[in-house]
């Protein structure tokens, strides 16, 4: 894979110097949704090393997603990402959750009910969703299809009725969860597996724990870079060039979110971990298992740890 940089929780008038700042230190892989609220910034950002000669658009990869309230309006939904990002294509479009929304709710993108609970559209399958989205393929204007927030029960009911593996599955994957069952059946299909919130989210809790900070400690470096180089990938980056990539460990991309330069940077930096570096990391799940991105969907989208609400595949 190539190295990433996530917007995701960035504050209005901080992305479009993140992004620019990435892409001129070597990063190739930007990853956005519509419902960030950002994707002009990320435009800009785009746009601006584009203009300085920092990167060719071909060398570029762009991610961005699928809202769920535009469930049933996925080409307008795209139409609308690609003019923020001021692009002519994305390089690959994921299905942001697996659950549809109201598009004519009370709020463009978190209609609610009036006892405040989520205005969810129960009616409309989440494997019609991916089929609208198997169509964009051939506009020229998506290059790949995915999902993200699949569990092993969701993707066993979209597999066999679509004609297009998804390319990826994004997933929360830290420590605290490493998610080893829906990790290993997408590894079976051939789907990439993405990790999001590889610190833990808001606060980077996971950084303040005991194990984490004794790996860090044993290889002279921050706690950030173990929790990065858990997920397996090796990277040797050249500026504006080639990069040579090797796969270790779980063989999982990751998604490090930055807005400061030299975090941007720092978080460019991989290490190679052993077995009894991962041993003492996955021994974390068995003592604190933990999700830290969970919204109040009231859907059980079939994860172990998250049992309880409506029951839609």
């Not at 991916?130 to 927030?149: F, H, P, S, W």
Request: proline letters at 6%; one cysteine or more; aromatic letters at 8%.
């Amino acid at each position: 894979m190539i190295p990433c940089t996530g917007t995701w929780q960035s504050a209005p008038g901080e992305v479009t110097k993140a992004v620019q700042h990435a892409l001129s230190v070597g990063y190739k892989h930007i990853d956005a949704a519509y419902c960030y609220a950002n994707e002009d910034e990320v435009g800009a950002g785009i746009a601006a090393a584009l203009k300085s000669g920092a990167i060719k658009r071909e060398d570029l990869f762009v991610t961005t997603k699928l809202w769920c309230t535009y469930h049933t309006r996925v080409e307008e939904a795209l139409d609308k990402s690609l003019k923020s990002l001021g692009l002519d294509y994305v390089d690959l479009y994921l299905m942001h959750w697996p659950v549809a929304m109201n598009p004519h709710g009370n709020h463009e993108k978190f209609p609610k009910l009036p006892d405040g609970s989520r205005d969810l559209s129960l009616d409309r399958p989440h494997i019609d969703t991916y089929l609208d989205m198997e169509k964009l393929l051939q506009t020229g204007r998506v290059k790949a299809i995915g999902v993200c927030n699949y569990s092993v029960r969701y993707l066993k009911a979209l597999l066999p009725k679509v004609s297009v593996m998804p390319a990826v599955n994004q997933i929360e994957n830290h420590p605290q969860l490493p998610q080893w069952e829906v990790v290993e059946f997408c590894k079976s299909k051939g789907i990439h597996v993405t990790a999001y919130s590889p610190l833990g989210s808001t606060g980077s809790p996971l950084m303040e724990l005991p194990e984490v900070k004794a790996v860090a400690g044993k290889h002279k470096t921050s706690a950030g870079t173990i929790l990065l180089s858990y997920h397996g990938m090796t990277l040797h980056v050249h500026f504006y060039d080639h990069f040579l990539i090797t796969q270790v460990a779980r063989g999982i991309s990751v998604l490090a979110k930055s807005v400061t330069p030299a975090r941007i940077e720092q978080n460019r930096i991989i290490v190679q971990l052993d077995e009894t570096d991962m041993s003492a990391l996955n021994k974390i799940s068995q003592l604190a298992p933990k999700r830290y991105v969970y919204p109040e969907f009231g859907v059980d989208f079939g994860f172990p740890d998250k049992q309880g609400g409506i029951v839609v595949v």
